[in-house]
């Protein structure tokens, strides 16, 4: 399997009290980036009208601070950067909170109609 890209992502409700958030995730191998062309498109054509239909208005994602790979896709989405997360991992790692915001996806919306 190392041999051959993969990936598994999805979203998540981030809690039973805001059931209007989503949480975001992506593990992938060593060659997840040949992957990245069409989850790309799935992020951008098929989750904002299935997660705006469904009632979320936020979809959060962490990311290691110092993936610059993930930033880089993350800000091209585009997902909003909203700040550090100092000392969040297990073994005390920065992370960094980035969102989806429904605002900004109204305009997939209107396209597709």
Known sequence: M???????????????FQPHIRSAWLWGGPKTKRCAPAI???????????????????????????HDLAHRWLK???????????????NGESFELWA???EDWQHVLFKAA
């Open 2 to 16: 190392d041999d051959q890209p993969h990936a598994a992502f999805g979203v998540s409700r981030a809690s039973p």
């Open 76 to 90: 091209a989405l585009p997902a909003r950067y909203e700040g550090e997360m100092t000392g969040y991992g297990v």
């Open 40 to 66: 790309t498109r799935f992020c951008k054509q098929e989750w904002p009208p299935r997660l705006i239909g469904e009632g979320v208005t936020r979809v959060e994602i962490r990311s290691l601070k110092d």
């Open 100 to 102: 989806f915001i429904k």
